[in-house]
């Protein structure tokens, strides 16, 4: 599992992590539900089946985490993370699903999810996801990234102009989040205010044509920007 958040982050919480449970199969939130509270800093605090559940029950309990399954009756996952983001943009979002086709993927990445697993995945992968989400990071299993990247690469249809070369500010913005840095840190490092360093992303994502975090280190990857070696801790 990819992430870009530290393994002592969940420390920042002084309090459980609150989380939001939404698929439509009642097996599957059981088993969610019991591997989560088996966890000290962990508490569930509702279930949800559809998407429009979801946003009311996330608007009315601010979770910290929604887990979000894609596939459901009425509204489905995509379009329900950027509504629930749209309402409340400080609840994170990860994405369990059987679904991992690059269409899905880039779509719920660009939504504001901040990470996704496949229902495959280990338990423990799962409770780490959801600490890594908690704390601003992201998630994504190894074997979505080459399908994200090919995406992209589709999707790249047009060269870049000089209006999309990052400036230096920028660029120093891009190496810090891909090794794993989440925004507090980075502006303290960087002596910036969060309110900057969310402004220095967001010309990022735009001049990238991208959506998210991971999108963005995927993306300078590919065109050489950075290296392996940069992003150690993503």
Same mark, same amino acid.
């Given at each position: 599992m990819i992430t870009n958040a530290t393994p002592n982050q969940s420390q920042n919480f002084t309090r459980p992590i609150r989380v939001l449970l939404v698929d439509d199969h009642t097996l599957v939130r059981e088993g969610m539900r019991r591997l989560l509270e088996a966890e000290e800093d962990m508490t569930v605090v509702a279930e949800a089946v559809t998407g429009e559940e979801a946003i009311t029950m996330a608007q009315q309990l601010r979770p910290d985490v929604v887990i979000m399954d894609i596939a459901m009756p009425g509204m489905g996952g995509i379009k329900a993370t950027h509504v629930l983001k749209e309402y409340c943009p400080e609840i994170e979002v990860l994405v369990l699903s059987?679904?991992?086709?690059?269409?899905? %993927?880039?779509?719920?990445?660009?939504?504001?999810a901040k990470g996704f697993l496949l229902k495959n995945a280990r338990g423990q992968e799962l409770v780490s996801a959801v600490r890594t989400v908690a704390c601003g990071g992201s998630v994504l299993h190894p074997t979505l990234v080459g399908k994200i990247t090919?995406?992209?690469?589709?999707?790249?249809?047009?060269?870049?102009?000089?209006?999309?070369? %990052?400036?230096?500010?920028?660029?120093?913005?891009?190496?810090?989040?891909?090794?794993?840095?989440?925004?507090?840190?980075?502006a303290r490092r960087m002596g910036l205010s969060i309110?900057?360093?969310?402004?220095? %992303?967001?010309?990022?994502?735009?001049?990238?044509?991208?959506?998210?975090?991971?999108?963005?280190?995927?993306?300078?990857?590919?065109?050489?920007?950075?290296?392996?070696?940069?992003?150690h801790g993503f």
């Amino acid at each position: 599992m990819i992430t870009n958040a530290t393994p002592n982050q969940s420390q920042n919480f002084t309090r459980p992590i609150r989380v939001l449970l939404v698929d439509d199969h009642t097996l599957v939130r059981e088993g969610m539900r019991r591997l989560l509270e088996a966890e000290e800093d962990m508490t569930v605090v509702a279930e949800a089946v559809t998407g429009e559940e979801a946003i009311t029950m996330a608007q009315q309990l601010r979770p910290d985490v929604v887990i979000m399954d894609i596939a459901m009756p009425g509204m489905g996952g995509i379009k329900a993370t950027h509504v629930l983001k749209e309402y409340c943009p400080e609840i994170e979002v990860l994405v369990l699903s059987a679904y991992d086709d690059e269409p899905y %993927l880039v779509a719920l990445l660009e939504a504001g999810a901040k990470g996704f697993l496949l229902k495959n995945a280990r338990g423990q992968e799962l409770v780490s996801a959801v600490r890594t989400v908690a704390c601003g990071g992201s998630v994504l299993h190894p074997t979505l990234v080459g399908k994200i990247t090919r995406r992209l690469s589709q999707r790249a249809s047009s060269p870049h102009t000089s209006n999309d070369t %990052l400036s230096e500010r920028e660029f120093d913005v891009l190496r810090l989040a891909a090794q794993g840095l989440p925004n507090k840190e980075i502006a303290r490092r960087m002596g910036l205010s969060i309110r900057t360093v969310h402004s220095h %992303l967001a010309s990022i994502f735009a001049k990238m044509h991208v959506g998210s975090r991971t999108e963005a280190v995927l993306q300078a990857l590919r065109r050489g920007m950075i290296s392996l070696q940069d992003t150690h801790g993503f």
